[in-house]
């Protein structure tokens, strides 16, 4: 099994215990489309208290990648992801974050 194979695996089963309604297959599209990121710990998780890095999610994921425009949905769409993972969650990992996000906004198609 690949180092990408583990983490496809880590990422299907985190979504699972939380109770995630995302498929295998978005899970495993929106982790190849981070590529190497998903690699250091670091980026590899997304902090719902970091505002910096909600704002770099709003810019580079949800209007640049997603091509959304209506702030305050990628606002609304953001926070309701965070509370989706669960504040208690530590490990916000960044592919389910962004798959959650694009679900949310109505946008999974980018995965396709």
């Known amino acids: 099994m690949s180092k990408r194979d583990e ?3 880590l990422y299907i089963e985190s979504a699972k215990k939380l109770g995630l309604d995302l498929s295998e297959a978005l899970i495993e599209k929106a982790t190849v489309a981070l590529g190497p990121s998903i690699y250091n710990k ?3 998780t997304v902090s719902c208290s970091d505002e910096g890095e909600l704002t770099t999610v709003k810019e580079n994921f949800a209007k640049k990648k997603l091509g959304v425009t209506d702030e305050a949905a990628i606002d609304a769409a953001i ?3 965070c509370e989706t993972m ?3 969650n530590r490990n916000k990992y960044r592919a389910l974050f962004y798959a959650l996000l ?3 906004l109505g946008k999974e ?3 396709a």
């Open 79 to 81: 926070k309701k992801v």
């Open 86 to 88: 669960g504040s208690s």
């Open 109 to 111: 198609d980018i995965y």
């Open 7 to 9: 983490k496809i695996a």
């Open 42 to 44: 670091d980026s590899e």
């Open 102 to 104: 694009a679900k949310e």
